[in-house]
């Protein structure tokens, strides 16, 4: 078993050096949620519902590619990946038929990204449940055995699917969020967290449904978990640690009347029924449905539609043949019948509510059930036999610890479930741009400021200009960090998925070459996570087919920081005239603070700190950076290793300047010093000038498999340290150049032209 790479101490992570380390993170990949053979995007209908016959072998790459991925990503200063995975592909078969081929491609990938020093952790990942309602995640066998009809979901909108739905291309922006209040998902969920007390007589195989699915699910990580163990050489390298599943959601429970819509739902676009409605389509009978859309002022009632399944129903027939999947079905539970039916909440004979407020107390102490008691008992209880499972396997291995996004933690703060080795991992988006598709400069909403009650009015949250835009995205996740802490205890708090869509403005970028737009949000979102003091992220996301059409093939999202479609960086882009350069560990002054002759230290006066130099030039091949775009956002300097403790750090991108400032209770060791990731697409050589409070520093190009990465390294005193280093100032959008992207710019223009 491999050495511990990193380890918690409170709020920090620590290398085996001391050094507090920060992720800096992307996740790959968001292809990885569909098969690869037969390759079914979202927007592909053929062979759709064949779900057992499928493989995810070569997702998220192929192992013969994989070294150019993760070279990229390396060489552009990302040092963590969140490893995307599906229960799907590892039980998509049906229950206990495992794909043992591609849990050993995963371990082939995860051998590869090893070589490049990659911090590794695990995601479970599922989206509205599963491909069959709309997302991600869970096979399609989990659908039949809840008594549902994925075949049947579009007539009676149990689910809108991008893979069902008449012309893909039209697929409306972000509409398969609204799943997760929709009939599919508010069963599954419901049965998934709640079944033992909300569907007693949901028994299969002699077990409640709650725990068929719960036990499948974490059995199926188990079976991947305990194949990385016994491959012998992940452990801690690259893998450092397991997340919960993603995103989990409630399903019904804490719905205290399902005639209305709860006040806490804010998602609301296309067709918005209730929950009753969901109820009464799903079973066949008309409803006339309020149906919302998101404008210049946010969401508004557009109108209402009919929804008429003309009979059909999203339930079972009577005559399904359970003996497909072997399992066996209590007699009790009746196919063809709404669950809820069943259970009393309503009656089909006279398409009347008898109980709404079902699923709004605890059936076994009569508790009023809220999101957070939600969260503090159904959600609880699934994720302690989840961390059992892994710390069986992995025992020192971290918990990403992922509760219900956007809501209140659980309270689990001085309890037994105040775990040492857990990280708190919640996620943010922005909902403005992300539903437009535009980066609004005017305006936007502290939506999580609104959510806990900050406003008198929502109106009081409405942020105007930019500048204040970004200090209410850097507010809003400072508050989520603080919450963690506030309610869990003393953590890591690392967002484990943030973005921006690429696709803004009707993909105007993708016509003029002018990214300025995603240059803009991307910028805001890292300024927000720097002023945070998150102890990291994973960027949503890497996908290694986007194009500009499908954009990452799934849903009509299009997030990724790569593309098939854009332009290759130039040869050289990142390391032009790299220098490496060495010190002299013997000095008087090495480590010391320096005198004010050399407080600020350029290349042009390194000479009169350091005693020798070895000068060397490399460069990266054009196809190692291909499809970059937006890249002056994202391909940022970060603080990798820190000797001491991070006070703050900062990429100020208008100025090109980056700043670190920790406090140190020691001097560094001549091995240890701090590094800082210094990508050359910012701070070239010759053109970098570096101001610190005292010590000495080099900056130099490593390499590894192939990955270039410039750095800066820093030997300095104990007690509070700052340095700050000035790179080259550019207009927006044109990081490679005021000739290149001219040039760029007329070609797609001209490209325009030609297919319009």
């Known amino acids: 078993m491999a050495p511990f790479r990193l380890r918690i101490d409170g709020r920090t992570f620590r290398d085996s050096q001391n050094r507090e380390v920060t992720l800096h993170g992307i996740n790959a990949a968001a292809d990885a949620k569909f098969p690869n053979s037969p390759n079914i995007p979202s927007h592909v209908p053929d062979g759709f519902f064949d779900g057992d016959n499928v493989s995810f072998v070569n997702r998220p790459f192929s192992v013969q590619d994989a070294p150019v991925h993760f070279a990229r990503l390396r060489s552009w200063g990302y040092n963590t990946i969140r490893y995307i995975f599906t229960w799907e592909a590892i039980e998509h078969a049906g229950p206990g038929r ?52 994925p075949k049947s979901f579009s007539v009676t909108e149990a689910a809108l699917v991008h893979n069902t739905y008449p012309e893909p291309d039209t697929f409306p922006k972000m509409i ?97 029924p209730t929950a009753w409605q969901a109820i009464l389509t799903g079973s066949g009978r008309a409803c006339e449905i309020a149906t919302w859309d998101f404008g210049g002022m946010g969401p508004y009632k557009s109108g209402s539609a009919l929804i008429d399944p003309e009979g059909k129903t999203a339930w079972l027939p009577s005559d399904y043949d359970d003996s497909h999947y072997g399992w066996k079905r209590d007699p009790g539970w009746r196919l063809g019948e709404c669950i809820w039916a069943q259970h009393g909440v309503w009656d089909p004979s006279t398409d009347t509510v008898l109980r709404k407020d079902y699923f709004g107390k605890d059936p076994q102490n009569g508790a009023k059930i809220d999101y957070e008691y939600f969260t503090n008992n159904y959600f609880m209880a699934h994720y302690r036999k989840y961390k059992t499972m892994v710390r069986s396997i992995f025992p020192n291995a971290l918990m990403f610890f992922q509760p219900p996004v956007l809501e209140i933690p659980p309270s689990i703060k001085d309890t037994e479930d105040d775990d040492p080795n857990m990280i708190f991992a919640p996620h943010f988006y922005d909902g403005i741009t992300l539903l437009t598709k535009k980066w609004n400069r005017v305006w936007n909403i502290d939506v999580f400021g609104v959510l806990r009650g900050k406003y008198l009015t929502p109106a009081f949250a409405i942020k105007i200009g930019e500048t204040a835009i970004r200090n209410c995205f850097a507010h809003q996740l400072t508050a989520i960090r603080q919450e963690g802490t506030d309610y869990m205890g003393v953590h890591p708090c690392v967002f484990t998925e943030i973005g921006i869509p690429y696709d803004m403005d009707d993909k105007y970028a993708y016509k003029t070459g002018d990214f300025s737009s ?95 130099e070895d000068m060397s ?140």
């Open 617 to 756: 030039s490399r460069s990266v091949a054009s196809s190692d950076v291909r499809g970059l775009r937006a890249a002056e956002a994202f391909v940022r300097p970060t603080p990798v290793a820190t000797h001491g403790d991070v006070s703050s750090h900062g990429f100020d991108l208008g100025n090109c300047t980056f700043k670190l400032a920790l406090s140190a209770s020691t001097a560094t060791k001549d091995d240890a010093p701090t590094i800082v990731y210094l990508p050359d697409f910012h701070f070239p050589p010759g053109q970098t000038s570096v101001e610190l409070s005292g010590g000495k520093w080099t900056i130099s190009t490593d390499e590894k498999q192939g990955a270039l990465l410039q750095v800066l390294r820093w030997w300095h005193a104990e007690g509070d340290q700052a340095i700050s280093v000035q790179g080259v100032k550019r207009k927006p959008g044109t990081a490679l150049g005021v000739e290149e992207d001219e040039g760029y710019l007329q070609q797609c223009q001209r490209a325009a032209c030609t297919v319009m």
């Open 176 to 272: 398969w969020a609204t799943n997760y209040t929709r009939l599919a998902c508010q069963v599954l969920f419901t049965l998934f967290f709640g079944g033992r007390d909300f569907a007693p007589k949901a028994i299969i195989d002699g077990k409640n449904i709650q725990d068929y699915l719960q036990d499948h699910f974490i059995a199926a990580c188990g079976h991947l978990a305990k194949r990385i163990h016994e491959a012998g050489d992940l452990e801690h390298d690259p893998i450092v640690g397991w997340e919960s599943i993603n995103e989990p959601n409630r399903g019904l429970i804490s719905y205290q009347d399902i005639t209305v819509i709860p006040t806490e739902q804010k998602l609301q676009k296309g067709t918005s």
């Open 518 to 612: 995603q240059i803009a949000a991307l910028d805001a979102n890292h300024f927000a996570l720097e002023e945070s003091k998150a102890n990291g992220f994973a960027l949503w996301t890497y996908v290694a087919t986007n194009n500009h059409f499908w954009g990452d093939q799934w849903n009509g999202e299009d997030l990724s920081i790569f593309s098939l479609d854009d332009r290759p960086l130039p040869a050289g882009g990142f390391s032009r005239n790299a220098s490496r350069t060495s010190f002299d560990t013997t000095s008087p002054s090495y480590s010391q603070a320096q005198g004010s002759e050399t407080l600020s230290v350029t290349p042009e006066n390194l000479k009169k700190t350091l005693s020798t």
């Open 98 to 149: 495992y794909d043992d081929e591609w849990i050993q491609h995963t371990i082939s990938i995860l051998r590869v990204a090893k070589t490049f020093d990659f911090y590794i952790f695990m995601d479970p990942h599922q989206d509205v449940w599963s491909r069959f309602s709309g997302g991600s995640g869970a096979p399609m066998w989990t659908l039949y055995a809840c008594g549902l009809d």
